[in-house]
């Protein structure tokens, strides 16, 4: 079965992050198995209107600028039209919408139930739940996909967190992880030989969110230490800029380490390979929360150890054999590094290859677009619901808001035939 | 189940188990979920000292607008009024010195210093002071005053931590107030002695918190005393007062104690971690 597939999010190229690299991956995959896929999201400076990419992907880039966090403000009525008009011109048959953080994605769910089409969401992070903002944010996604046809998360911790913001069938959702090309992140030709150094890398925006405190605090202490022996000791190489890149230059010159730490700054994902991952033994992951981590499956098919926190779905991404799990704690860290260390002078871990190989077998887009499309498959053979039953899921979705916004509903339903007789 | 056919379903994302990508049994399904982890709950006595702290703070307010009142109406000298602030700070003083902190010889004269510069500063400038806002209508001028009193009551420090609290923001707003009602009078004296009221009851009397035992009844008291004073003013303003009195310090503790049953919070894999801050 043939399909003309949209894809909608608010982040896109020429933005580079994982939302953007899974969006264009996937729909490259699925045009390669016959599909027809386009692609919409919002302007870019001075990037407006249609652009095609590799293999006549079409790229919508529609005039609408982006408000806050490089997402739409999510007016409805600004962005129905257009989506109307792609939806409806270029003859899609399913709408996917990819990141619960873009106002495009929902909105693009919301016209496509409207004209009657099946839809997917992705949700490719976790979320809390206790502040003010998380409760608007999940009241809201509650909305967005009372009536979406199916959802896929990037992991099982990503489904539960998924589920109970937005109180969906568990049936309802599909685990699909995320992928690695793992020919561009291949381990280096000629195998780094262990004489005096150890090095370990580090790739992360510097932000209290993915721990860079924990790392300050730990770095220092491995430094001093001299491992196998005495004769080797542990050099770090850290790419990545943010707030917290301030705390590191501190410690480095508080400690003397400048021979020792050498810091990258910003990396752009292309380079991330061969000046970063081709470089190390270990990689070093310390992020507080994260829905699958894109970064430790990049550095596995390197070949290097990874040593992580194990929270979110981290647990679920590596077997035993290529991940060292350790707890936030300094203590904890510093323990799993030395282990990992220790294993690296030693020789007792897997080939590098072996990284690579199992990568490739276990995350590769392929596999990913070949579920996303029986997943397709199911919802395009599902009966259409009518809108009055649309309506009701989504009056039943709260006391208060529920029909507001299954009046927001209707009022956009009528919107849509104002357009339709408009242009007959 | 392990018969040897269909492989067991673990909870990884590498491996493909033979199951369809939707399923997920249900014993596995939100099996690591908590739910009310670390809870505080309130006793009703700390829900009541509380909100007996805010109450406190409005009964202040409360008695300053009536001194400002009967300043106007000279049923208070302002001279008996500058005498007993004299009084109740001196007495004060020796409380505090007394029980909460020991205080050097030189810190008591420094401090003796502070309060004679400000009082010669503040006498001394009280004749511009008072006209200030002199062109301003009454109308007005109360409004003013009574709105920057509100802002006083709502960034007032009442002893827990918020966002909103800034003793610099309510400080200064007290003071906008008195600056505000200063310009009704004709002498200035009187504008004076209204100023080291605000100054005493906004500044000082915060300060006596560690001095009182129980918050509860020293708001009953100052509740009481606010009240008796209004009512010497007109009723409905007592009548207004009351029911905001009644509301903060009775109907919204234990509101607050009731609806704690209702608290339910979600924890599980997927919340952000918490650093250990343990000592190395």
Not at chain 1, 53 to 64: D, E, G, S
Not at chain 2, 156 to 177: H, K
Request: hydrophobic share 45%; glycine share 6%.
């Amino acid at each position: 079965m043939v399909l003309t597939i949209a894809m909608v999010s608010d982040f896109f190229y020429p933005n580079m992050g994982g939302v953007e690299s899974h969006i264009f991956q996937v729909s490259q995959c699925l045009i390669e198995r016959g599909h027809r896929v386009l692609v919409v999201t919002h302007a870019y400076g001075d990037r407006v209107g249609v652009r095609y990419m590799t293999n006549m992907l079409k790229v919508f880039y529609l005039p609408i600028m982006p408000f806050y966090n490089k997402s739409v403000l999510p007016t409805i009525v600004c962005s129905l039209p257009y989506l109307r008009h792609i939806l409806l011109t270029e003859k899609v048959d399913l709408v996917h919408g990819h990141s619960a953080f873009s106002s495009l994605a929902h909105e693009a769910l919301l016209v496509g139930t409207l004209l009657n089409l099946p839809t997917v969401f992705t949700d490719h992070s976790l979320f809390g739940f206790s502040d003010a903002s998380a409760i608007v944010t999940n009241t809201f996604l509650k909305f967005s996909l009372a009536n979406t046809s199916h959802t896929i998360c990037v992991s099982h911790t990503g489904k539960e967190n998924t589920v109970l913001r937005s109180s969906v069938v568990p049936e309802r959702v599909s685990v699909i992880p995320n992928a690695v090309d793992s020919v561009a992140f291949r381990p280096p030709k000629v195998r780094r030989n262990i004489r005096s150094v150890v090095t370990v890398v580090l790739g992360s925006r510097l932000v209290y969110r993915k721990g860079v405190d924990l790392v300050v605090e730990v770095l220092p202490k491995i430094c001093r230490k001299k491992f196998g022996g005495g004769r080797v000791r542990v050099d770090f190489i850290i790419a990545g800029d943010g707030p917290k890149r301030i705390l590191f230059e501190e410690m480095i010159e508080k400690h003397g380490l400048q021979a020792r730490v050498v810091m990258l700054g910003e990396l752009q994902h292309s380079e991330m390979r061969d000046k970063l991952l081709a470089k190390g033994d270990i990689f070093l992951n310390t992020s507080l929360t994260e829905a699958f981590c894109m970064a430790i499956v990049e550095a596995a098919s390197c070949g290097l150890s990874v040593v992580s926190t194990a929270v979110g779905g981290i647990p679920e991404v590596l077997p035993d054999q290529f991940i060292y799990f350790v707890q936030p704690s300094v203590g904890s860290i510093k323990a799993g590094l030395e282990r990992a260390v220790e294993d690296v002078i030693t020789g007792d871990r897997p080939d590098p290859w072996e990284g690579n190989c199992f990568v490739s077998s276990a995350f590769n887009w392929r596999n990913v677009a070949a579920r996303t499309e029986r997943v397709y498959e199911t919802v395009c053979g599902k009966e259409r619901q009518r809108l009055a039953t649309r309506v009701r899921n989504m009056w039943e979705g709260g006391t208060v808001a529920g029909p507001i916004m299954a009046m927001l509903y209707l009022a956009c339903h009528y919107f849509i035939l104002l357009l339709d007789w408009c242009e007959s | 189940m392990s018969n040897g056919k269909v492989p067991k379903w673990r909870k990884t994302l590498y491996e493909d188990n033979g199951y369809p990508d939707n399923y997920t049994p249900p014993e596995c399904f939100l099996a690591a979920i908590e739910k009310n982890k670390n809870l505080l709950l309130y006793s009703l006595w700390e829900c009541f000292s509380g909100a007996a702290e805010v109450g406190k703070e409005m009964s202040v307010v409360i008695i300053f607008w009536c001194c400002y009142k009967f300043l106007k109406t000279d049923l208070l000298k302002p001279e008996t009024l500058l005498v007993t602030m004299l009084g109740l700070l001196v007495v004060g003083c020796t409380m505090f010195i007394s029980r909460v902190r020991k205080v050097t010889f030189t810190g008591l004269l420094a401090g003796i210093k502070t309060i004679f510069l400000f009082t010669i500063i503040g006498f001394a400038l009280s004749p511009v002071l008072y006209k200030l806002t002199d062109t301003i209508s009454t109308d007005t001028i109360h409004s003013m005053a009574l709105s920057s009193l509100l802002i006083h009551l709502l960034t007032s420090d009442y002893g827990m931590y918020a966002p909103i609290v800034s003793w610099q923001i309510s400080l200064n707003a007290a003071v906008f107030s008195t600056v505000c009602l200063a310009s009704r009078f004709d002498h200035h004296l009187s504008a004076f002695s209204l100023l080291c009221l605000s100054v005493f009851s906004f500044l000082l009397v915060p300060l006596s918190r560690p001095l009182l035992p129980s918050p509860i009844l020293s708001s009953l008291l100052l509740a009481s005393a606010a009240l008796s004073l209004l009512s010497c003013i007109s009723t409905p303003q007592l009548c207004l007062a009351l029911l905001a009195l009644a509301t903060v310090q009775i109907a919204c503790p234990v509101m607050f104690h009731r609806l704690q049953a209702d608290k339910m919070t979600i924890h599980g894999p997927w919340d952000e971690a918490v650093i250990f801050t343990a000592p190395q």
